[in-house]
């Protein structure tokens, strides 16, 4: 049976999926701590079933790394195997209808995600409809919650892992750059970035690239040094199961 694994995605990256219908890969270094405190000291031997029915990337050491010729490092993958089903956590909120007469029904629960850019500011209130002030006497918002918090019942983004891989980093091509979700930018040779429909762009469209618009990314989310380490990551490949929720007739769920 196929299994149903959480993932969480930033706001920008679930927007790459759903509208845009850009984003088919991801990138993740999870798991791969141990090979990536010395990423240059390893390389990828193959795949192998692991005993729960899922994968495990083998790392052979490079020469003169290890005395035993048959030492391997095996990781396993946490994303699953091909045809197993990614449900995305997002960024989110949750509160509640209040009627005409101004009291919150408990039972009829709203639930709003960050992705669909309504960022209006809403006010708490208490079951009588009173706004709620904190202890300085400033009004209370409702926030928006971390995704890993997000519950499995309200993803509503399905996907299905079409492909895993593994590889370094900065090996990522042009072709899986765009399948990353991100924009063309030019890069000048002050390390400043430019997004492709910026009036400031140069004339040469090579330096226009998918490649350095996942590269500002991956700068955003893990800093500069994460991308001069040259990681070892995840290549993780998917199609678009839903976007309204879970897909009806599932097989019965496994694992996490």
Same mark, same amino acid.
């Given at each position: ?32 701590? !141990? +090979? ?8 990828? =031997? $193959? ?9 495990? %990337? ?97 993803? !509503? +983004? ?8 593994? =590889? $370094? ?9 765009? %399948? ?77």
């Amino acid at each position: 049976m196929r299994k149903q694994i959480p993932v969480l995605f930033s706001t920008p990256m679930v927007q790459a999926v759903y509208p845009r219908e850009a984003k088919t890969q991801t990138r993740r270094t999870s798991g791969l701590d !141990r +090979i990536n405190e010395n990423p240059d000291l390893w390389e990828f =031997e $193959r795949f192998e079933e692991n005993v729960k029915g899922g994968l495990n %990337a083998v790392f052979r050491p490079k020469g003169g790394f290890s005395l035993d010729p048959d030492w391997r490092e095996s990781v396993p993958c946490r994303y699953g195997r091909k045809g197993d089903m990614l449900w995305v956590r997002e960024t989110w909120r949750k509160y509640y209808k209040v009627d005409e007469a101004g009291y919150t029904q408990l039972d009829e629960e709203i639930f709003d995600y960050a992705a669909d850019g309504d960022h209006i500011p809403l006010p708490m209130v208490d079951g009588d409809g009173f706004t709620m002030y904190d202890k300085k006497g400033n009004e209370r918002y409702i926030p928006w919650r971390p995704n890993i918090h997000m519950p499995k019942v309200r993803a !509503r +983004i399905w996907l299905e892992v079409t492909d895993i891989r593994v =590889e $370094r980093l900065q090996d990522i091509s042009e072709e899986d750059a765009k %399948a990353e979700g991100v924009d063309r930018v030019y890069q000048d040779s002050d390390g400043n970035f430019w997004y492709e429909a910026s009036d400031f762009l140069r004339e040469d469209t090579e330096l226009r690239t998918y490649k350095d618009g996942f590269k500002q990314i991956w700068y955003m989310i893990n800093g500069k040094k994460s991308w001069t380490a040259n990681p070892w990551v995840w290549v993780v490949s998917f199609r678009v199961l839903s976007t309204t929720g879970k897909p009806a007739g599932l097989e019965k769920e496994v694992g996490a």
